[in-house]
């Protein structure tokens, strides 16, 4: 199996969630099985099927996470030396050419991805674009609304 790249707060991110699944949610819907167990006939119990249900979705969501962190390749890009190149966890200034526009992203892995909070996943057409680049440098993204240039302002790894 190939490893999937993820930043430090990426994997810590998945770890406090599986701690929240395996130690507060998986114990409460134990529990509300047990009490619907109770009420009776198991055939017509809304309750029952509901938290057994609850009890899928919830160990479903633990395998995938502890199938995404054996297959993670943390990197700590502050631990790395900044030579100007973008690379995974890099966090990017760039200017859009046409609107004069700043924008802020961090290149991190699929599963952190959010671009709400300025997060592109490696794999998008931005982060593709700009790796491997320098600060100054002036690169076109081919978007689906149409090519975009952006020119690179600064390249941290925060």
Same mark, same amino acid.
């Given at each position: 199996?190939?490893?999937?790249?993820?930043?430090?707060?990426?994997?810590e991110?998945?770890?406090?969630?599986?701690?929240y699944?395996?130690?507060?949610?998986?114990?409460?819907?134990?529990?509300?099985?047990?009490?619907?167990?109770?009420?009776?006939d198991?055939?017509?119990?809304?309750?029952?099927?509901?938290?057994? #249900?609850?009890?899928?979705?919830?160990?479903?969501?633990?395998?995938?996470?502890?199938?995404?962190?054996?297959?993670?390749?943390?990197?700590?890009?502050?631990?790395?030396?900044?030579?100007?190149?973008?690379?995974?966890?890099?966090?990017?200034?760039?200017?859009?050419?046409?609107?004069?526009?700043?924008?802020?992203?961090?290149?991190?892995?699929?599963? #952190?991805?959010?671009?709400?909070?300025?997060?592109?996943?490696?794999?998008?057409?931005?982060?593709?674009?700009?790796?491997?680049?320098e600060?100054?440098?002036?690169?076109?993204?081919?978007?689906?609304?149409?090519?975009?240039?952006?020119?690179?302002?600064?390249?941290?790894?925060?």
């Amino acid at each position: 199996m190939s490893q999937t790249p993820m930043t430090i707060r990426g994997a810590e991110k998945l770890r406090e969630e599986l701690d929240y699944l395996k130690n507060q949610l998986r114990p409460r819907i134990i529990e509300a099985i047990a009490e619907a167990r109770e009420h009776g006939d198991l055939k017509e119990n809304a309750e029952y099927h509901a938290a057994r #249900e609850q009890q899928g979705f919830c160990e479903g969501r633990i395998q995938d996470i502890e199938g995404k962190l054996s297959q993670a390749q943390i990197i700590d890009v502050t631990k790395l030396p900044n030579n100007g190149r973008v690379i995974f966890g890099a966090t990017v200034a760039l200017l859009k050419c046409d609107t004069e526009e700043e924008i802020r992203y961090r290149i991190v892995g699929d599963d #952190e991805a959010d671009i709400k909070e300025g997060l592109i996943s490696v794999n998008s057409p931005i982060a593709r674009g700009l790796i491997g680049k320098e600060a100054d440098d002036v690169v076109v993204i081919r978007t689906p609304a149409g090519e975009v240039e952006y020119e690179i302002l600064e390249v941290e790894y925060l």
